[in-house]
């Protein structure tokens, strides 16, 4: 009888453990973890979709921002939440970057996260002060060949996105230039402005309003495909450049052990609300892409990004951190 007893337990114990999580999450707020401060791409990204899921799941969904060099500190927080989707983490290529640009890091994030979709993708362009001699990344290019090290591309920190995306430039084309990097976006346009550099490499999103204006000029986005909001910009693979190709993502994920039901609950509302009409038109007014991907998409991403700039990483021999 006790025997008996003791199995029924066990496997009424099995049954809930999945089932019936799904049919009771969310039980409580969910809160986005994001590794940025507030106003930015990503962090704009994840309060759109959050406002979304809110009303899906029927539960408040705050967005908690935790800055950080790399994203240590997001990270963290999230690889010692409860494993129950009610916390998520904003990843990025930041989030690839990291892995390669630290030698340690308290958290390994293949090992501890568990993606559920990206969230969106947007550009980084190739630009030039309006007025510059430079019209098209061909004549950029051709005078870098001709006169080597004296071309000055800025980005801003070492180490970022924009700043790897400007060494992955420098290696793809074959040419001697310098990489300066400042410390924000509103830097990079006054030394762009101010003619202390020739060009820089940065998101698209937050110079787009200077290349409307006429202050800045796109001379190529970096991505797969011409971006949406610049139609007439040529692509840096159009401009002769096959091999250079790169464009910034968000995704969202959740710590490792999560149950699978939920992340697919999860995975369900981000999907529906990234396919709303108003969801995609405000993150189109931010220049992101919306387009969410199946768990294993995103996780598939992660990997290839994480060797990816490792190499660039281990190729501008930048010191590790």
């Known amino acids: 009888m006790y025997a008996r007893g003791v199995v029924g337990w066990l496997a009424a114990c099995l049954w809930l453990s999945s089932p019936v999580m799904a049919q009771t999450f969310p039980a409580k707020p969910l809160k986005i973890v994001v590794p940025f401060g507030a106003g930015g791409i990503a962090d704009l990204t994840a309060r759109t979709v959050a406002q979304k899921l809110s009303e899906s799941l029927g539960q408040p969904v705050v967005v908690d921002n935790k800055p950080g060099a790399g994203g240590v500190v997001a990270g ?26 630290f030698k340690s890091l308290p958290f390994d994030a293949v090992r501890d996260f568990l ?7 947007f550009d980084i362009a190739i630009i030039t002060p309006a007025d510059s001699k430079f019209k098209t990344l061909g004549e950029l290019l051709a005078f870098a060949r001709a006169h080597p ?36 976006t509103p830097a990079v346009i006054t030394a762009l402005r101010g003619g202390q550099i020739d060009a820089a490499v940065e998101i698209l999103g937050p110079v787009l309003p200077q290349i409307r204006a006429n202050v800045l000029r796109a001379l190529a986005v970096t991505g797969d495909k011409r971006a949406v909001v610049l139609p007439d910009v040529p692509t840096a693979r159009e401009s002769g450049l096959f091999t250079f190709v790169a464009s910034s993502w968000n995704a969202l994920a959740v710590p490792a052990k999560t149950p699978k039901d939920v992340i697919a609950r999860l995975n369900k509302e981000i999907a529906a609300a990234l396919g709303s009409a108003d969801v995609r038109t405000k993150l189109a007014e931010l220049n992101v892409e919306a387009r969410s991907s199946s768990p294993g998409q995103a996780a598939e991403l992660l990997a290839s990004e994480t060797r990816r700039w490792g190499e660039v990483i281990t190729r501008a021999k930048i010191p590790t951190q």
């Open 115 to 121: 993606p559920v979709s990206t969230l969106g993708f």
């Open 149 to 184: 090290g004296k071309l000055n591309v800025g980005s801003i920190n070492v180490g970022s996105t924009q700043n790897l995306a400007a060494e992955l430039f420098k290696t793809s084309a074959g040419v001697d230039l310098q990489i300066v990097p400042f410390n924000g």
């Open 76 to 101: 963290d927080v999230v690889a010692r939440a409860e494993p129950d989707g009610h916390t998520l983490l904003l990843m990025s290529n930041g989030t690839a970057v990291s892995a390669g640009l």
